[in-house]
């Protein structure tokens, strides 16, 4: 963001800017903004939560951005390659967090929307924070003796079991006849791309 609104990375980049307020080519960002969103949640599309027609066409919808996004038609019609792509992209993003030394902290379906994006980072504490013992509590008593590696092992429990179960969710409305093998995959696909980035 700067005082005009939104601009992408790249433009943070360029001799447009100050020196000073200059990215470098070597930071990474640590999370995505999508230009266009869709910001249902993971936890609204189980049964508890929307209507099916209204969670299909959620769905849909995700299904159609992120096809967009990645200029791959196929992916807008097909709901495996569709989970096999959220299970990957987020192994992704949280690799990239936690290699940025940064921890989210509360990975349950409710921060995590149908376009694969984590979103309520105001948990979000980094390395230094454990360090010097900053502002390392503030979620609820049990987690405030936890390091910052135990949060780590806690984020990707949490997330891999909340792409799971969103995965499983999202095949269950758009794809009711799919083949429970698939969840194996999407497990590995998530796990694999998370060592990748933090090797």
């Not at 769905?59 to 967009?68: H, T």
């Not at 998530?190 to 933090?198: I, L, M």
Request: hydrophobic share 35%; net charge negative.
């Amino acid at each position: 963001m700067d005082d005009d609104g939104t601009k992408p990375v790249s433009h943070f980049r360029s001799e447009r800017v100050a020196p000073e307020h200059r990215i470098g080519e070597d930071v990474v960002p640590a999370a995505l903004v999508r230009a266009l969103r869709i910001n249902t949640r993971l936890s609204q599309i189980n049964r508890a939560g929307l209507s099916h027609k209204r969670a299909e066409r959620d769905i849909r919808k995700a299904m159609g951005l992120v096809s967009e996004e990645m200029r791959n038609e196929l992916m807008r019609e097909n709901p495996i390659r569709f989970v096999e792509w959220f299970a990957n992209s987020l192994g992704h993003d949280l690799g990239v967090l936690h290699k940025n030394g940064e921890v989210h902290r509360w990975l349950h379906a409710q921060n995590i929307t149908l376009d694969a994006r984590i979103v309520d980072t105001d948990s979000v504490r980094s390395r230094k924070n454990f360090e010097t013992g900053v502002d390392v509590g503030g979620i609820e008593d049990p987690f405030r003796s936890f390091s910052f590696d135990q949060f780590v092992e806690k984020d990707k429990k949490d997330l891999r079991a909340t792409v799971l179960s969103g995965c499983k969710h999202i095949l269950e409305h758009v794809q009711p006849d799919y083949d429970s093998s698939i969840l194996d995959k999407l497990a590995r696909s998530f796990d694999s791309e998370y060592a990748r980035v933090t090797a």
